[in-house]
C-alpha cells in the first residue's frame, strides 16, 4: 500500500494568482498522476508526473497552465498558474506503487478561486 | 474513446434495502474495472475491482461482477447502512497503465 500525504488540503486563492500543492508518498511508487474534481463533476485525469521528464499531458490539458514536477519517486508538484473561477476544483494526487497494481489517492486539495 | 457510465444519483434508501448502482462502460480491449468510494471528508478508495470477464470483485458486502457481454460493472449490496452513505465511483483502467477513467459518481443515503 501507500499513504500520500497533499498539501495544502485547501486553500482560497485571488484570481490572477498561482497555487503549488504537493504530493509526498511514504515509499517509492512507479506511477503518479494528478486529477481534477471540478464540482458536482466526476474525476478527469489531467497528467502523468513523469520522474525525470515532462509530465505526459491529457486532451484539455497544457503544460503553462499545469505545470508538474517530479524529482524523485516519491515526491510530485502540480501547480495551478494565472488562476480563475473556473479552476476552482478538487486536485488528487494518485500512485501505483507497481505496473497494474491498485492505486491510491490523496486526501485531495479544495481549491477555491475568488 | 474509453468511457464510464453510472446511473445518477442522488440514490436515498432505508437501512436494509438493498442497493443496485447501475455502471456501463465502453472500452477497448480487455480493461480493468473498479469501484471507488468517497465517504463524507474523507478521500478515494477503492471498494472492490475485477480484471477480466466474469470476475466477481468484493468487499464490505459490495459485490460487481464483470460482465463483458452486456459491457456492465454494477455495484450490489443486499443490506446497506447508514455508515455506507457516500459518493461512489465505477472506473475503469485500460491498456495504458494507471489511468483511470471515472464515472460521473453517484451519491447513496442511507436513512436510519
Known amino acids: 500500500s501507500a499513504v500520500i500525504s497533499q498539501k495544502p488540503s485547501r486553500d482560497i486563492c485571488q484570481r490572477g494568482t498561482s497555487l503549488t500543492i504537493q504530493c509526498q508518498v511514504d515509499s517509492q511508487v512507479t506511477m503518479m498522476f494528478w486529477y481534477r474534481q471540478q464540482p458536482g463533476q466526476s474525476l478527469t485525469l489531467i497528467a502523468t508526473a513523469n520522474q525525470g521528464s515532462e509530465a505526459t499531458y491529457e486532451s484539455g490539458f497544457v503544460i503553462d497552465k499545469f505545470p508538474i514536477s517530479r524529482p524523485n519517486l516519491t515526491f510530485s508538484t502540480l501547480t495551478v498558474s494565472n488562476m480563475s473561477p473556473e479552476d476552482s476544483s478538487i486536485y488528487l494526487c494518485?500512485?501505483?506503487?507497481?505496473?497494474?497494481?491498485?492505486?491510491?489517492f490523496g486526501q485531495g486539495t479544495r481549491l477555491t478561486v475568488v | 474513446g474509453n468511457s464510464v457510465t453510472q446511473m445518477e444519483g442522488p440514490v436515498t434508501l432505508s437501512e436494509e434495502a438493498f442497493l443496485t448502482i447501475n455502471c456501463t462502460y465502453t472500452?477497448?480491449?480487455?480493461?480493468?474495472l473498479f469501484w471507488y468510494v468517497q465517504y463524507p471528508g474523507e478521500g478515494l478508495q477503492l471498494l472492490l475491482k475485477?480484471?477480466?470477464?466474469?470476475d466477481k470483485g468484493s468487499n464490505k458486502g459490495f459485490e460487481a461482477t464483470y460482465r463483458k457481454e452486456t459491457t456492465s460493472f454494477h455495484l450490489e449490496k443486499g443490506s446497506v447502512q447508514v455508515s455506507d452513505s457516500a459518493v461512489y465511483f465505477c472506473a475503469l483502467e485500460g491498456n495504458q497503465g494507471g489511468k483511470l477513467i471515472f464515472g460521473q459518481g453517484t451519491e447513496l443515503s442511507v436513512k436510519p
Open positions: 494518485s500512485v501505483e506503487v507497481s505496473v497494474n497494481t491498485e492505486a491510491f
Open positions: 472500452a477497448t480491449g480487455y480493461p480493468s
Open positions: 475485477a480484471t477480466k470477464a466474469d
